[in-house]
T-cell receptor
Framework: NAGVTQTPKFQVLKTGQSMTLQCAQDMNHEYMSWYRQDPGMGLRLIHY???????DQGEVPNGYNVSRSTTEDFPLRLLSAAPSQTSVYFC??????????????FGQGTRLTVV | KNEVEQSPQNLTAQEGEFITINCSYSVGISALHWLQQHPGGGIVSLFM???GKKKHGRLIATINIQEKHSSLHITASHPRDSAVYICAVYGGATNKLIFGTGTLLAVQP
């Protein structure tokens, strides 16, 4: 059982380049989400999905796109990288619980630097 | 003011000490999570609770819904407990998790 697999672990981009961060889970979780973590701030939600074909914006969606064509995969696309997108990115997944988030499983994180 | 506040921000303890990390929140919630982030960066879920108290090994989490406050206790602390501990609340109205900024714990031998 691999859990949540997030790639790559490290990436350096030049301003204006695009890239895709990959996230896959093998637990049949409905809920998947992307966060960014910046110094002195809590994890902030970028985009999330409650099932295949359904995505929605989080707190800081600008500059990022997502899609959910399958239950397993939830890639995050940076359309035109900017230095402000230098951050550590986490993908997370969980079952949907009517009372709230169920136990969350996180990927190992991607440290992205935009120069 | 952040919707989720943790205290202290930094904590240094000696091995064997009893440790308490606090989390206060200002929104109505249906669940609260405690997470642990190790120096390597990985995040793991420790507890999810909506009332009362939960215990797992040397870790104990409590929540007081009326006071909008939760605590994470570590008994007989050990250097391997050194990590960032993050409180997050599920605000049912927003369908999203709101995270605190974390408490950096260092346990010295």
């Amino acid at each position: 059982n691999a859990g949540v697999t997030q790639t790559p672990k490290f990436q350096v981009l030049k301003t204006g380049q695009s890239m895709t961060l990959q996230c896959a889970q093998d637990m049949n979780h409905e809920y998947m989400s992307w966060y960014r973590q910046d110094p002195g701030m809590g994890l902030r939600l970028i985009h999330y999905s409650v099932g295949a074909g359904i995505t929605d914006q989080g707190e800081v969606p600008n500059g990022y796109n997502v899609s959910r064509s399958t239950t397993e995969d939830f890639p995050l696309r940076l359309l035109s990288a900017a230095p402000s997108q230098t951050s550590v990115y986490f993908c997370a997944s969980s079952y949907l619980n009517p009372r709230g988030w169920d136990e969350a499983f996180f990927g190992q994180g991607t440290r992205l630097t935009v120069v | 003011k952040n919707e989720v506040e943790q205290s202290p921000q930094n904590l240094t303890a000696q091995e064997g000490e009893f440790i308490t990390i606090n989390c206060s929140y200002s929104v109505g919630i249906s669940a609260l999570h405690w997470l642990q982030q190790h120096p390597g960066g990985g995040i793991v879920s420790l507890f999810m609770l909506s009332s009362g108290k939960k215990k797992h090994g040397r870790l104990i989490a409590t929540i007081n819904i009326q006071e909008k406050h939760s605590s994470l206790h570590i008994t007989a602390s050990h250097p391997r407990d050194s990590a960032v501990y993050i409180c997050a609340v599920y605000g049912g109205a927003t369908n999203k998790l709101i995270f605190g900024t974390g408490t950096l714990l260092a346990v010295q031998p």
